[in-house]
T-cell receptor, first 110, second 113 residues
Framework: SQQGEEDPQALSIQEGENATMNCSYK?????LQWYRQNSGRGLVHLIL?????REKHSGRLRVTLDTSKKSSSLLITASRAADTASYFC??????????FGKGNQVVVIP | DAGVIQSPRHEVTEMGQEVTLRCKPI?????LFWYRQTMMRGLELLIY????????DSGMPEDRFSAKMPNASFSTLKIQPSEPRDSAVYFC???????????FGQGTRLTVV
């Protein structure tokens, strides 16, 4: 199975700033998804972008997908303390099976 | 719907004991996945079911691991015998349709001592 890889892995920002995370993958995908995980909790789906889409927005989230470079980015605008969490990209490589990256830890300082 | 429900939330057991983790998917979802999360290996897919049938168990690490889905509303992941290296958080997730998002349970934190 393939593995997404996020970069950078740890990010500390001030409340109100934007946070950007990148993800790369190796093989063809059906879609790419981003999830959030708060400490000790399950994963919460944030946004899904299909392989034929280039950009998608959801509230303060913006995701881009470049299938030629096999990469994606997640932008969180106007960050809040409540955005403090780990963020994972996951590629659907068929039949809804997900390959996850190692995750980005984001700390938003009030 | 209450979402994906996993039990127990925490399990501490001694090496060699049998461990059974349980999952109730979201009603109407036809695919169920078991994932394991560790610091070293991150999130890994262990096995998934489609319409209660195991489709891909290539991620199951050893024969000590087994999973069943006797009906659309219940699945178990069993480890027998358990070993300290099985310590991890085990997640169950369900999906309602092709190419849609997964809904994860809160996970079971397993500690084998």
């Amino acid at each position: 199975s393939q593995q997404g890889e996020e970069d950078p892995q740890a990010l500390s920002i001030q409340e109100g700033e934007n946070a950007t995370m990148n993800c790369s993958y190796k093989t063809s995908i059906n879609n790419l998804q981003w999830y959030r995980q708060n400490s000790g909790r399950g994963l919460v789906h944030l946004i899904l972008i299909r392989s034929n889409e280039r950009e998608k927005h959801s509230g303060r989230l913006r995701v881009t997908l470049d299938t030629s470079k096999k990469s994606s980015s997640l932008l969180i605008t106007a960050s809040r303390a409540a955005d403090t969490a780990s963020y994972f990209c996951a590629t659907d490589y068929g039949n809804n099976r997900l390959a996850f990256g190692k995750g980005n830890q984001v700390v938003v300082i009030p | 719907d209450a979402g994906v429900i996993q039990s127990p939330r925490h399990e501490v057991t001694e090496m060699g004991q049998e461990v059974t983790l349980r999952c109730k998917p979201i009603s109407g979802h036809n695919s169920l996945f078991w994932y394991r999360q560790t610091m070293m290996r991150g999130l890994e897919l262990l096995i998934y079911f489609n319409n209660n049938v195991p489709i891909d168990d290539s991620g199951m690490p050893e024969d000590r691991f087994s999973a069943k889905m006797p009906n659309a509303s219940f699945s178990t992941l069993k480890i027998q015998p358990s070993e300290p290296r099985d310590s991890a958080v085990y997640f169950c997730a369900s999906v309602g349709g092709a190419g849609t998002e997964a809904f994860f349970g809160q996970g079971t934190r397993l500690t084998v001592v």
